[in-house]
């Protein structure tokens, strides 16, 4: 029986060990941490909106019913494409289909310090570690006498005004306005300041003029201030250093301006193209390699003259497609070449107001939040996932609260705090 090796089980490894399960291959799936993310949501889990199982899903659940997909946690090292092996922490293992969908990781476009001193979101434990911290910090403000640290510690300042900066900062914005002002009895002569900073001259590019103009009034109305044209030159621990020299004394910054493909692809000798992706032919393969297949935010696919962007709907039909692919090949049937269905995009500011761009029709406001909220729940993985959302949006959308308002602490979360030690005591 030949075997599909799938690398990496999030959208498009997920769609890929779906298309291929029951059609007589053996297909082994591996991944690193035992569930399926649903990345989209992590901003909540990080603003104590939802926990952070809600939005993860064990693998072995998923594939329980799926015939001849296997799965096995392990984290993959390389691959040596010549001799048609992943290479293991453990072992080598041979596959006669390879389907590639590792993903993204943050681009900090080598800013180190921004790296070292920076939240980022890419996996569950950054989204609880920013949680703790930002909790943290109203609890130390909460503390301090001196005004200007108190100051500090209480503005938030987020990098980047695509949909994960503009959805964080909406979030974040209602919950120290609607929650924290509650909690902190100490804090109310204290304004928080959630700074959002984008170096272009509008937010959310992709979208339509009018909705970037309708969710920057909705930010301002929530109280985010919002800075065009602003770039982000380096920053410390309790300082964030803008290009054009201002500095602003802040012990929370978030990263969210940019992601490239996994470093699992600068290994494999095939060229690279923006981001560090790896070019795939109309059919999701490597040229020269047809037993490759490169998906998601991992691969570069140019249609119509433009990339695809690193977007989940994008990863799902990629995996997809290579499935069916590889079972029509077994068949000895043609598969027509891939093409990406937009269906459209959307991004949510707060309660009440989002934006959509689905099926050539704009929609801003309630209407397109009642259809963000839909379509997330309807994503999930998992009916206590959704269940458990479902509440959790519910109870706090009539009582204007949330419930996870949780300090649990991570190690990485205290090699920060260290830090911030060292910073203070210097
Ligand atoms: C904060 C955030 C918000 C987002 N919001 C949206 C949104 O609103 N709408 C949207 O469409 N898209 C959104 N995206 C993008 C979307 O999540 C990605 O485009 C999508 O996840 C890409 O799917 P993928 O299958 O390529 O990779 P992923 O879903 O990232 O899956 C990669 C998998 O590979 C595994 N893996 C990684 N390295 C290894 C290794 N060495 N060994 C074994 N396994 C490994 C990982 O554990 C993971 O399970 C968001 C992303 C982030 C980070």
Same mark, same amino acid.
């Given at each position: ?190 304004? !928080? ?115 695809? !962007? ?117």
């Amino acid at each position: 029986m030949k075997r599909v090796v799938i690398v990496g089980m999030g959208f498009g490894g997920l769609e890929a060990a779906r298309a291929l399960a029951g059609k007589g291959l053996d297909v082994l799936v591996l991944d690193r941490q035992n569930y399926h993310l649903f990345q989209p949501l992590l901003y909540q889990v990080a603003t104590a909106t939802l926990e952070a199982p809600s939005i993860a899903y064990p693998i072995r659940s998923i594939i329980r019913n799926w015939p001849g997909v296997r799965f096995q946690m392990t984290e993959v090292k390389g691959v040596d494409l010549d001799a048609r092996q992943v290479i293991t922490e453990e072992e080598s293992i041979p596959y006669d289909y390879l389907i590639l969908a590792v993903g993204s990781v943050t681009n900090f476009f080598g800013m180190e310090s921004v790296k070292q001193s920076s939240y980022d979101l890419k996996r569950l434990a950054d989204a609880t570690a920013l949680r703790n911290h930002i909790l943290t910090m109203y609890e130390r403000a909460a503390q301090e006498d001196d005004p200007e640290k108190r100051k500090a510690l209480m503005t938030f300042v987020v990098v980047g005004g695509g949909p994960t900066g503009v959805e964080f900062s909406g979030a974040l914005a209602e919950l120290a306005r609607w929650v924290l002002v509650k909690d902190y009895p100490e804090l109310h002569n204290e304004r !928080p300041r959630i700074i959002l900073l984008e170096a272009m001259d509008r937010i959310l590019a992709p979208f339509s003029e009018d909705l970037q103009r309708y969710a920057l009034h909705r930010l301002k109305k929530i109280g985010v201030e919002v800075r065009l044209n602003t770039a982000l030159a380096g920053a410390e621990p309790d300082k964030v250093y803008l290009k054009d020299g201002t500095v602003i004394p802040a012990y929370t910054l978030f990263w969210a301006a940019g992601v490239r493909a996994h470093p699992l692809a600068e290994a494999l000798p095939v060229p690279k193209a923006k981001a560090g992706r790896i070019p795939v032919q109309q059919d999701l393969t490597i040229a020269g390699y047809p037993e490759v297949y490169v998906i998601g935010d991992l691969a570069y696919f140019e249609q119509d003259g433009a990339p695809l !962007p690193m977007l989940a709907p994008v990863a799902m039909q990629m995996g997809r497609y290579a499935g069916q692919a590889i079972v029509k090949r077994e068949r000895g049937e043609r598969m027509r070449p891939f093409r990406y269905s937009d269906r459209g995009t959307m991004a949510v500011i707060g309660r009440n107001a989002a934006i959509a761009e689905v099926f050539g029709r704009r929609f801003s406001g309630f209407v397109a939040w009642l259809i963000w909220l839909a379509l997330h729940l309807a994503m999930l993985v998992g009916f206590r996932n959704r269940l458990l959302t479902l509440i959790n949006w519910g109870y706090d959308y009539l009582l204007f609260e949330r419930q996870i308002r949780l300090i649990t602490r991570q190690e990485r979360e205290r090699q920060i705090e260290a830090s911030l030690e060292q910073a203070r005591s210097a």
